[in-house]
């Protein structure tokens, strides 16, 4: 289940770009949060804490419970760290965006779905494990919201595949997704044809043959010859 975690928190009225300038020299990121029966929130909060909190969590669904100071009043508000802009340059926090939910009403999340061990298939078989579906919307009360779904897939041979409704799920948590969904399979492993190499056309042998110079003197002839006759 996702862990609930306490994060401090300061109502902000001072908006604008020279306000943001302002929190950030003095170590604190912006955020809002709305949803419920509320009206959005502008606040404040430690860069500090919330980039601790967030190096520490498992999956993206991040329940939290901020305990908003606001004029020396306090009060707690349940809810999920929805979005969280980034520095590109530097990777840090610059915004945060909170969605307020309640403890009795059901909320909607994507929790991202994570292959357990190696599938026989892949490791005697030299098969291929295909995940197809990398998160699963699923609905729950916040206290059964899991961090992540991990799916067994050790047993999984060649052709074997798992379906959302395949997976058991935590209790108190639903798929919303089709049942019939592949999310993972063992693909047979692809062989490449070897093309014969093209055979080598025969190559007759060169025949070098001696050309006659003309004006060459005869050969010399060897004793024994016999000379031709002379023509009367």
């Known amino acids: 289940m996702a862990k609930q975690v306490k994060l ?9 770009r020279n ?6 020299t003095q170590g604190l990121v912006p955020a809002v949060i709305y949803g419920g029966k509320q009206e959005p929130q502008n606040l404040q909060v430690s860069r500090r804490e919330i980039q601790s909190l967030l190096s520490h969590a498992i999956g993206e669904n991040i329940l939290v419970d901020l305990e908003i100071n606001d004029d020396g009043k306090t009060s707690s508000r349940l809810a999920l760290i929805q979005e969280v802009q980034h ?7 610059l915004h945060v965006d909170f969605h307020a939910v309640s403890q009795n009403e059901l909320l909607q999340a994507s929790i991202p779905v994570e292959a357990l061990g190696e599938a026989i298939g892949v490791r005697s078989y030299g098969g291929i494990l295909e995940q197809s579906v990398r998160s699963l919307e699923i609905e729950c009360l916040p206290k059964d919201l899991p961090e992540i779904i991990t ?6 041979n060649i052709g ?11 209790a108190g948590v639903t798929a919303l997704a089709d049942a019939g969904l592949t999310v993972f399979l063992v693909a047979a492993p692809t062989v490449e ?4 190499a093209a055979e080598a056309a025969p190559t ?4 070098i043959k001696e050309k006659k110079v ?13 000379k031709p006759a002379d023509k009367k």
């Open 8 to 16: 401090s928190a300061q109502n902000r009225l001072s908006l604008g």
């Open 19 to 24: 306000a943001v300038k302002q929190l950030t």
């Open 87 to 93: 520095n590109p340059l530097g990777g840090a926090v």
């Open 151 to 156: 799916v067994d897939v050790s047993n999984m």
């Open 160 to 170: 074997d595949s798992v379906h959302v409704g395949d997976i058991k799920l935590p």
């Open 193 to 196: 044809e070897e093309k014969p």
């Open 204 to 207: 007759s042998p060169e025949v």
């Open 214 to 226: 003309e004006g060459a003197a005869a050969p010399e002839a060897k004793p024994g010859d016999k």
